[in-house]
């Protein structure tokens, strides 16, 4: 006997209904999503940190390599030459040691257009006296003075986890652990010890024979931030600011930097502008401060001091818990802004005979 079967009948809709997600779900995915994103973007984040800390390392060891070049040709590292003044009284900054170093750092062609007889006026608050406006990568000029080197960007000046300024600089030339440019018997009216005892001394060469500490125990160069460039915002971290007085001394330095610094105080928001002007304010710091100090960088002087003025100029950067430098040997290293405050003076030293050891 045939049974026949009644035929199933089908629901046209259900495979659709299947087929669907529903909104729990699709809530639950965005949230592993979610989940995983919050866990890889910090790895990604500090593998790219990484990346432009070694890239700012590679550039500072090439500033070294390119020292003992102009040694090799010179006899000594390069000079920043001295500010000075015009008929009419006023002070005209230096010329970097960044200048000299062009040739062996592939800028011949820029080194041969600097007007060394002119560096311009460079007074805290405002721009080289060559610039007018800067603003969006552009630069106005109200005078053609230096103005190709101050146009230019040297990718090797400028450490890739900073702002990009173009033509900036964030390499500094090691002066000294003192606020000023003149050491004892220089007949100035501030002869502080710490003062001049750096690997760059303003006015002269420094020879490798002067290294009385060994070049392997006194840093070259280090980092420094570029100002913020809004003159009407004081931004601590990256700006300094200013009072009318007098900074003799490391330690009036640090507390009148600690003590000082208020929203609305007098700052400089141009520091770093170009790596040609020798000065506090663009290619020199000092080791008043350690490391990303959280005291603020201040100097004395205000506006008629040409090229900053005497002050705490601290090394500072972007990298997670130190700085970098470069010995004057040609090595390198990070150095933790925890560093012991006497080891990180003594490495600013060409000739202390201070006791330095493995300890930073």
């Keep these: ?130 610039f007018l406006a800067i603003g969006n990568g552009v630069i106005v000029f109200s005078r053609p003075v230096n103005e190709t080197p101050l146009t230019t960007t040297i990718p090797v000046f400028l450490c890739p986890s900073d702002i990009q300024r173009p033509a900036g600089n964030n390499y500094r030339a090691c002066m000294g652990y003192g606020p000023g440019i003149f050491g004892p018997n220089s007949g100035a009216i501030c002869q502080y010890p710490g ?55 490391a330690d009036d330095a640090r507390q009148r930097c600690a003590q000082f610094a208020t929203v609305n105080a007098q700052h400089d928001s141009f520091r770093g502008t170009t790596w040609l002007l020798g000065g506090w304010r663009h290619t020199w710091y000092n080791h008043v401060l350690t490391p990303n100090s959280h005291v603020p960088d201040c100097s004395a002087g205000g506006e008629g001091m040409g090229g900053g003025g005497n002050g705490a100029y601290a090394a500072r950067s972007y990298h997670e818990g130190g700085v970098n430098v470069v010995m004057a040997d040609g090595s390198s290293r990070f150095v933790s802004e925890n560093v012991n405050p006497a080891i990180w003076q003594a490495l600013a030293t060409r000739s202390g005979k201070e006791s330095i050891g493995d300890s930073f």
Aim: aromatic residues 8%; charged residues 20%.
């Design 1 to 130: 006997m045939n049974v026949r079967l009644a035929p199933r009948l089908v629901d046209p809709d259900a495979a659709a209904r299947r087929a669907a997600v529903s909104a729990v779900e699709v809530l639950v995915s965005l949230a592993v999503i979610s989940l995983l994103l919050a866990l890889l973007l910090p790895g990604i984040q500090r593998s790219r940190e990484r990346a432009r800390n070694a890239q700012c390392n590679h550039h500072l060891r090439q500033l070294a390599v390119a020292c003992q070049n102009h040694i090799a040709s010179h006899r000594s590292f390069p000079e920043t030459s001295t500010r000075w003044r015009d008929r009419r009284g006023v002070f005209h900054a230096s010329l970097s040691p960044h200048v000299r170093l062009l040739p062996y750092l592939e800028g011949d062609t820029v080194y041969e257009t600097v007007e060394w007889s002119h560096g311009g006026r460079d007074n805290p608050g405002s721009l080289p006296d060559s």
């Design 195 to 249: 003062n001049a005892s750096g690997a760059f001394v303003n006015g002269r060469p420094v020879r490798p024979a002067e290294f009385r500490d060994g070049l392997s125990n006194t840093v070259l160069f280090s980092e420094q931030l570029i100002g913020d460039g809004d003159p009407q915002r004081y931004t601590p971290w990256t700006d300094a600011f200013y009072f009318e007085g007098n900074l003799c001394t």
